[in-house]
């Protein structure tokens, strides 16, 4: 009996234990990085998508799809308050609020030769945000993206993309991994250090293999890129890179829902990343009879530092190939995707690396010694957990 009520103590200290550690978080729901004016830029898909509204609740289609997954989720660390979603004005000014925002999508296709259908793609690059309501300072953000692949025997026009994606988003589940993404770190009310991408320079070598984007455009989306892969791996928080919003700034955020725009002002990052994308290159390795084979190669200088201190820790040149094959007689061929697709294995088996070091990659990536420098960032990116 003294054991059984020994065991019962236990599991209601625990579970009060639980409880006590769970922090409280006010979702807000659906929003864009950005402003009406960007939307064009960034967004033209999802601003079409949001103009219309779910029957049952009276928002828009993705807020309604994103709402139900939230509701659905079981989170392990957050205690999610989602009865004020459209009324900000109950929110306690202590309240830390959780919003998901789109920051940039694009879409791109190509003519595949060998199944005479074209291939077109959909990629929509998010940030999970939580930010002190009072003061809208930003706490920590979380990046994750998603793909949607599409087959068609013509080509895409705007109408059959927009409607693929609204498919997308109401017969599939596009937010299928958003609690365990937000599961896998430990939301504080406050954090000590923080690490964030503050510069990215793009060399004319690498431009000319892009597609007619702006450049604040492109930086996004590698900016975006690399912090998915850094964070996923490592499990960190890191300050959203905005290109044309400096360090320090605000970052806009329009909740859909209400059309309300706020201002998020991020914080200064301890600890700096510095992306040089110096170029891509592109060989044509073997060619048989039916296909060719292509090493598409991308080279990338990356600085990890401590501008405070003047302390570097990481600051190396490196490259990343990866085959391709390209069926005989395809004419149109999307090179600006595969290279993109190259850089993100690159920064991706960086990220790795900084974990467990392969010395066949290392060997791969660059001429030097770099294995001490990799094992010292996996102890500076413990201190922004």
């Known amino acids: ?64 799809e994103l709402l139900n997954k939230v509701k659905k989720s079981e989170f ?39 199944s005479q259908s074209y291939m077109g793609f959909y990629d929509a690059y998010f940030q999970i945000l939580f930010y002190d309501f009072s003061d809208k300072n930003l706490i920590a953000s979380i990046p994750f993206d998603f793909e949607i692949q599409m087959l068609s025997e013509v080509k895409f026009d ?17 937010f299928l991994d958003l609690d365990q993404r937000i599961n896998q770190f430990e ?54 890179f905005m ?13 859909v829902q209400t059309d309300e725009i706020y201002s998020i002002k991020l914080p200064n990052p301890d600890y700096h990343i510095h992306i040089n994308l110096k170029g891509f290159k592109k060989v044509l390795a073997k060619s048989s009879a039916s296909e060719d084979l292509y090493l598409y190669g991308s080279f990338v200088d990356l600085k990890f530092f401590q501008p405070d201190l003047n302390k570097i820790y990481f600051d190396e040149a490196l490259r990343g190939v990866t085959k391709i094959k390209i069926p005989k007689g395809q004419t149109e061929v999307n090179d600006w995707r595969k290279n993109n697709y190259n850089l993100e294995i690159l920064f991706n088996n960086y990220s790795k690396n900084i974990i467990k070091q392969n010395k066949k990659w290392i060997k791969e990536a660059t001429k030097n010694k770099i294995k001490k420098d990799l094992k010292n960032l996996k102890t500076l990116l413990e201190k922004v957990k």
């Open 187 to 240: 939301i504080k009310k406050k954090y000590d250090r923080r690490i964030g991408i503050t510069k990215i320079d793009i060399q004319d070598r690498a431009f000319e293999e892009m597609p007619n984007s702006s450049s604040e455009s492109v930086k996004n989306l590698i900016a975006q890129t690399f912090s998915k892969r850094l964070s996923i791996h490592h499990n960190v928080a890191i300050v959203p």
């Open 243 to 255: 290109e044309g919003q400096a360090i320090g700034k605000d970052m806009k955020l329009m909740f």
């Open 1 to 64: 009996m003294k054991k059984l009520l020994g065991i019962v103590v236990l599991g209601l200290f625990w579970c009060g234990s639980t409880f006590a550690n769970e922090i409280k978080i006010f979702y807000s729901g659906f929003s864009l990085s950005n402003t009406y004016e960007s939307n064009a830029a960034y967004a033209k898909y999802t601003s079409s998508l949001i103009k219309e509204k779910n029957p049952e609740t009276g928002i828009n289609i993705i807020s309604h």
């Open 76 to 114: 392990d660390k957050i205690d999610l308050d989602t009865k004020n979603l459209l009324d900000f004005d109950k929110y306690p000014d202590s309240a830390i609020v959780m919003s998901v925002a789109l920051q940039h999508e694009e879409f791109t296709q190509e003519f595949n030769h060998s």
């Open 158 to 174: 705007e109408s059959q993309i927009l409607k693929r994606i609204k498919d997308f988003y109401i017969n599939d589940d596009p």
